[in-house]
């Protein structure tokens, strides 16, 4: 069982930036891929983007172009980092890997 540690939440005006962190317990490449979600109260969990064992990345339509995914394979540490946030941006983003999930880390955008 892998186990993930996300952090580097926070509260951040409209158009600021964060960067969170999540911390695998296992080779991040060969664990791969390795995805990070949000919810958001009321609503489903969605998938914001993802990282492969070969590097390859994608998002969902509604952060593309202001988020980043990446990874540092000798920290075994996957990023995503949030540019131009938005209100609608804040939820509990989470880390997961096939049934492994992280315990979240809070994001919120103020107007």
């Known amino acids: 069982q892998v186990h993930l540690v996300e952090s580097g939440g926070g509260l951040v005006q409209a158009g600021g930036s964060l960067r969170l962190s999540c911390a695998a317990s296992?080779?991040?490449?060969?664990?791969?891929?390795i995805n990070w979600y949000r919810q958001a109260p009321g609503k489903q969990r969605e998938r914001v983007a993802t990282?492969?064992?070969?590097?390859?990345?994608n998002y969902a339509a509604s952060v593309k172009g202001r988020f980043t995914i990446s990874r540092d394979n000798a920290k075994n540490t996957v990023y995503l980092q949030m540019n131009a946030l938005k209100p609608e941006d804040t939820a509990v983003y989470y880390c997961?890997?096939?049934?492994?999930w992280g315990q979240g880390t809070q994001v919120t955008v103020s107007s």
């Open positions: 990282i492969t064992s070969g590097g390859s990345t």
């Open positions: 997961n890997n096939l049934a492994n």
């Open positions: 296992g080779n991040i490449v060969s664990i791969a891929p």
